[in-house]
């Protein structure tokens, strides 16, 4: 009898399509593609669906830069996407902000993907075409070259190159001259938070710079100003009357939004929404107050951003 007993056979696992293992390797940077385009997570994600649609068709022995060609894939989703989101906020109630998301750390320490990433930035996207969008963000965010960004966008590109330029033109002439630390925002967000917590909102004088603005985003389904509130004095004397309304203890609780510092707003403990600022120099030029429930969904879970 033989007493040789062989060693069981691994079990491998699931087997991995190829389309599959590349799609799932890049699905991080896609997503932050699809949402960079588009200020919205929820279309971010249909836009996944269609580009796994399509890629599932591709046959990979035509395709030399899998990464490449998926982002090529979900831009012009992304683009086709913006048509129906351009339509549906031509009759959005009030101003509308992009849904903020809880990042983690790592995303903060990529410089240029969390000022891109800012609701700052990302309200400043929202005045370029869609097609300059994509070529804002597809070069300077993830550095593709106009080549690529041409192959996208079905323009040439001498064409392309020029695009960027007016975009980045246009940008620039509404981002701060000068850039403020991510210390110096959250020393601004700590003031806001004590005079929430005090009530003294005279406190804020000290960071809020004279002509300040604040954008708030309610959808319709909360209270929200229909247009920017412009001035120190205006903006003062809104938050007073929105923290009175509240109906229960408000209070902020510190958080990274979009790679950034912001303030989760509570009432009683139940979120009431999430404000972002904009700084220059040691003074808040902008506040960005999300109270839209429907965007509120995403910032007590972390979301996978990258740029590579």
Known sequence: MDDHVTDPVPDPGPVIDPATEAFVAHRDL?????????????????????????????????????????????????????????????SYVGPWLPEPLLTAPDVA???????????????????????ERAVFVLHEVF????????????????????????????????RPRTPVSPEETRAALDSFQRALA???????????????VLVSDGGGLRMAALKPVVGVDKV???????????GGILTGEPTTVNGNPGLVLRVDGVIDGVLAVRM????????????????????????SLTSR
Do not use: C
Request: aromatic fraction near 8%; proline fraction near 3%.
């Open 280 to 303: 220059e120099d040691d003074r808040v030029t902008a506040l960005y107050y999300v109270r839209n429930p429907e965007k509120l969904t995403r910032v007590e879970s972390e979301a």
């Open 30 to 90: 896609l997503f932050t593609v699809a949402y960079e385009m588009l200020g919205s997570a929820a279309d971010a994600e249909d836009v996944l669906q269609e580009a796994w649609l399509r890629w599932a068709e591709v046959d990979l022995a035509q395709v030399r830069d899998p990464r490449a060609y998926l982002v090529r894939i979900t831009t012009r989703q992304a683009l086709n996407r913006l048509r129906t989101l351009k339509r549906r906020k031509e």
């Open 143 to 174: 550095d593709f070259g106009y080549e690529d960004i041409a192959a996208v966008i079905d323009k040439s590109p001498s064409a392309t190159r020029q695009m960027a330029y007016r975009a980045r033109k246009h940008v620039d002439a509404r």
């Open 236 to 246: 003062l004397r809104y938050m007073a009357g929105s923290a009175g309304k509240a």
């Open 109 to 131: 320490e990529d410089v240029v993907l969390s000022e891109s990433l800012s609701l700052a930035l990302m309200f400043v996207l929202e005045t370029l075409s869609p097609t």
């Open 198 to 212: 005090t009530g003294d909102l005279q406190g804020l004088l000290d960071v809020l710079a004279p002509d300040v």
